[in-house]
Every structure is written in C-alpha cells, then in structure tokens.
C-alpha cells in the first residue's frame, strides 16, 4: 500500500543527521527521495560505526527508503544534471552551511527559476539569517545554546548533562519535514513553491516552551531536575527492589491514597507534604522517605498495584523497550535488508495512517544503486549514462576503500 506521499519526488542533498533524518521522514511518508551522493561515496565514507554486515549502521538509522546517486557536484556537467533533476522534484532538502549550496550554483534562487513549484527545504544550526548564520553547529552544541543541557541532569550534580541521544539534530529534521509538508499543502493553492527555512537552534528553543514561560513569567531559571518534574511532585522516577518506575497523576486529592498504598501513611499527614508546592519544596526531605518505601517491591509489583490509580511505567533500558509487547503491537522495530545482503533493525514511523500505510519497508541504498534508473528516468539515454560514468561525473558502485 503506498505511503500518503507517494507521488511526491524529493532531491535529497543532505548529509550527516539533521538532514537526512527529515528526508527520512518523507520517505517513510511515502515519498520517493533521490539522495545526492559524493562520487566517491562508499560504507566508510558514509558515517560512523559500529559497521554490521560491512554496512554503516549510523548512515542506515537515517537513510532507509530512499534512492542513492552518486554525483560530483562540482563537475561541469553537473549543473545541467541537477537542473534536470529540479524539473522532475517537488521538494529540494539541503543541510549545508547557508551560502554553499548557492556558491555551487543551486541555490534557491537559481532552482526555483528552474522549477516555480519547488519547496526547498535548508536545514541548518542557526538558520538563514543573524549573527550566527555562518557558524557550524552539530548536536551538542545546540543542546548547549538551547538551554536543555542546563536542565537535564540531577539536581545534586554540578555538571550538566546531554540528553541521551540526538535530539537537537532530530528535532530540526522533524521541524524541516513539517515545514516541506505544510508547504507541499500550501502549494495545492498558490501553485507556488517556497523556500523553508529550520534552524537546530531555534528547534530547541521551540521545544523548552514550558521552561521559557516560566522564565517571562515568574523570572525563574529552571534547574536541573534530574528524575523529576521541576514542578509536580511525586511526578518522578522511582527505586523498586528491581530496577525503577516512572510514577505521575499523583495529586493532592489523592496524595493520601498513594501515601496508603506504598505504605507510607505517615507521609500523608506530615504537613510538609501536603500539598504538591510543598511536596516540591521539601522535596530533598522527601526523596529518600519515597525510595525507602517504593524500594520494597518489585517494578512488576507496583506496576500491578499502582496501574489502576495511578500512571505508571518501568523505567526500560534500550533492550527492554525493544521487547516491550506494546512497541511490537504498534510495528516499532522493523527488520530491513541491506544491500550487502545482511538485516538491520531499526525504529519504524511513530505516523499511523488508516488507508495509506506508509511506514520502513526498505533499507537504506547501495551506494549509486539507482544512479543510472534516475538519471534515465528524467531524461538520460543509457548512452549517455555510461559517458557520464566514464568521465567520473556518476559513479555506479561504491568507490574502492
């Protein structure tokens, strides 16, 4: 069943994360997405390990589903190659630092003279415009200027602490899909394309909503809060005999209730938890009565007693929640081929369409397998396929190592 993108051509110019992880998204939508590879390009070459099957996982994790062309941009007959793939696009994702893709000739500019249609999608740490619009930027550094190191962490440790995995590279990518998606429905009206504009900076700043308005709000600075809500409490990660659990809904009405069923009944009339502000407060007073308590059973155990009356949850490493039954009801983890000829499991689209299903059905290219049928497919003989191999402007196999 094709995806609710199918039909839709996306020039894929991006590398690294950021980038590929939004094309990624269009094409898990559906879409059919042309990624522009260096001539050069081979599994080495592509991203970082671990390499399973001889094949980068890391480049794999982002790149499932699409189509690789081997091309070297900076060849003359590039332009015209380029311009003949822009004719046939609806959407054009870059992730270069502003300013390259123009000094490469396709720019905005240039490719929507081209094509009117266009949505060009750029992806980058700051943006188009300011200050900073030249600056490289990577995860960590927009983890950092976008406030979320200063908050993540416990609160007893001096030194910040990165998120666990690449979210200020995702968000950008998942921002630049919604971005090319609302365009492709804005363009059903105008008939014109648009150029869409993502910073990984102002996707962090986007995403600290609640810590921002309380800043403007009440002047505070929110602190690092560890296994907790900065502002909910008990709302928090808790010990059991057996590894630990995520608690929430605890409120005041039924702090009384909670107190009763870890055992803890004393807490409930203890007048510096009786309500959540004080709860919060005295919450370095709190804590260790809660683990003294909530350490006598198993995460099973509570999770059994408390699921009724309250949200409850085991905290799961990466293996546990592979293994959870609800992430494999839902299609999560998805085995895909590798063109070495192995399998790789990835995560699948958390996007549930009911007709049209979407979703990883592919894994990620060979490099230069699909240079010859797309280059053909908008106009190139077979002829002139082969010249352009020759002259090493297209590459068709991976380069040597």
């Known amino acids: 069943m094709a995806g609710p993108l199918s039909g839709i051509v996306v020039l894929d110019f991006t590398w690294a994360l950021a980038g590929p992880y939004g094309a990624m998204v269009l094409a898990d939508l559906g879409a059919e997405v042309w990624k522009i590879e260096a001539r050069h390009a081979n599994e080495k070459r592509r991203g970082n390990g671990p390499w399973v099957h001889d094949v980068s996982t890391y ?190 809904g605890v409120k005041d009405i039924n702090w009384p209730l909670f107190c009763g069923m870890i055992g803890a009944d004393e807490l409930a009339v203890d007048e510096r938890f009786s309500e959540n502000a004080l709860r919060t407060q005295n919450y370095a007073i709190l804590e260790p009565l809660l683990f003294e308590a909530t350490r006598q059973k198993t995460k099973a155990e509570w999770i059994e007693e408390l699921g009724p009356h309250f949200l409850i949850g085991p905290l799961n490493n990466i293996a546990e929640m592979a293994a959870d039954p609800q992430v494999a009801a839902r299609d999560m983890i998805v085995e895909l081929p590798t063109w070495t000829g192995g399998t790789l499991k990835v995560s699948n689209t958390p996007v549930k369409h009911s007709r049209t299903r ?44």
Do not use: C
């Open 59 to 248: 480049f794999f994790s982002v790149n499932r589903g699409k189509q690789s062309l081997m091309l070297d941009l900076k060849a003359p007959e590039a332009k015209e190659i380029v311009e003949r793939l822009v004719r046939r696009a609806d959407v054009l994702t870059e992730n270069f630092s502003p300013g390259t893709m123009e000094r490469l000739g396709f720019g905005y500019e240039a490719m929507s003279a081209i094509n009117p249609g266009l949505v060009y999608a750029s992806t980058s740490g700051f943006g188009q415009t300011g200050p900073y619009r030249s600056r490289g930027a990577v995860d960590i550094i927009v983890q950092g200027m976008g406030g979320l190191m200063s908050t993540t962490g416990h609160e007893s440790d001096p030194l910040p602490s990165r998120a666990g995995y690449s979210i200020g590279d995702m968000s950008a990518g998942m921002f630049t899909a919604i971005g090319v998606l609302s365009a492709l429905v804005e363009r059903q009206t105008s008939g014109l394309g648009q150029q869409v504009d993502v910073a990984m900076l102002d996707s962090q700043v986007a995403l600290m909503e609640n810590p921002i308005v309380r800043y403007f709000g009440t002047g505070e600075v929110q602190p690092r809060a560890g296994l907790r809500h900065p502002l909910s409490t008990p709302h928090q990660a808790l010990p059991a005999s057996d590894g630990w659990i995520a608690v929430a």
């Open 358 to 401: 979407g979703g990883a059905e592919r894994g990620a290219p060979k490099p230069g397998e699909h240079s010859a049928s797309i280059l053909e497919g908008v106009g190139y003989t077979s002829d002139e396929v082969s010249a352009l191999v020759e002259r090493g402007v297209v590459g068709v196999e991976p380069a040597a190592e």
